[in-house]
């Protein structure tokens, strides 16, 4: 295995930049001495997340990207090589949700939207960084695909999403096995509760198993984002293969 870069020569690329979970990963990338490509689909987003980087932003790229699309994946990556060079890291991140729905009311719109952001984004990004990390010298990096506690546990009315994070797991591990002759190691973070757009109505209560409405305790995306740069700041030698980050009294353990 060549010997471990210092993080001022490391390029990372953030899928979902422009808020939430993926803008504080971003940030918190740059601030650990990352240089970092920020992907979303809102150009304006982006500019939002660099002008938040204050003095880091001169090592960041704004790529507007439509993780759906492979051709939109494969220019992301190319801006990459052209502005970087390399890559040592993929933060798999952009995804979305759907309205909580039981399964017989789920609409096929629902669920194809769902498993495109979420599934197949996260396998175009990947096979690309893949290849640039398979390919480059030194060659290896890191991919962090972002699961969810739904991956393990789901909500009610869920099932597009559940069954989406449930294949970033089988994903994930497949990543890696390949992965082990090339120096690229692959990890997952499942998350519960950040404060985000897309946690915004647990605020105002959300449904239970038990049929009740309740409001749920978030946490601040910033604690996120500090826990994928430990992740990645690992030589790849080493590997945190799934870390489990949530609002501490969330209903989680037996959804309760």
């Not at 504080?24 to 992907?39: D, P």
């Not at 399964?103 to 640039?132: E, H, K, P, Q, Y």
Request: proline share 5%; with cysteine.
């Amino acid at each position: 295995m060549e010997p471990f870069m210092s993080v001022e020569e490391r390029i990372a690329v953030v899928t979902g930049a422009g808020s939430g979970v993926g803008r504080a990963a971003a940030l918190a990338l740059l601030e650990a001495g990352w240089s970092v490509a920020l992907a979303g689909r809102r150009p304006d987003a982006l500019e939002e997340t660099v002008s938040r980087a204050g003095e880091n932003s001169a090592r960041c790229l704004a790529v507007a990207t439509d993780v759906t699309n492979p051709e939109s994946v494969d220019a992301l990556f190319a801006a990459v090589k052209q502005r970087f060079g390399r890559l040592d890291l993929l933060f798999n991140n952009a995804g979305r949700g759907s309205p909580a729905r039981d399964i017989a009311d789920t609409t096929l719109d629902d669920w194809f939207g769902v498993v495109a952001a979420n599934l197949t984004g996260s396998f175009l990004c990947a096979r690309a960084a893949f290849r640039m990390m398979k390919e480059q010298s030194p060659k290896g990096g890191r991919i962090i695909n972002n699961g969810s506690i739904s991956a393990y546990v789901p909500r009610p009315g869920s099932a597009p999403y559940t069954a989406t994070k449930h294949a970033i797991t089988g994903l994930t591990k497949s990543i890696g096995l390949d992965g082990r002759a090339h120096d690229i190691a692959c990890c997952q973070i499942d998350i519960g509760n950040a404060a985000t757009e897309m946690t915004e109505r647990m605020t105002q209560g959300v449904l239970q198993p038990d049929g009740r409405m309740m409001v749920e305790p978030r946490m601040d995306a910033v604690h996120v984002g500090r826990a994928i740069a430990h992740m990645a700041s690992l030589p790849l030698d080493a590997n945190i293969q799934t870390m489990t980050i949530m609002a501490t009294t969330m209903p989680y353990l037996g959804r309760g």
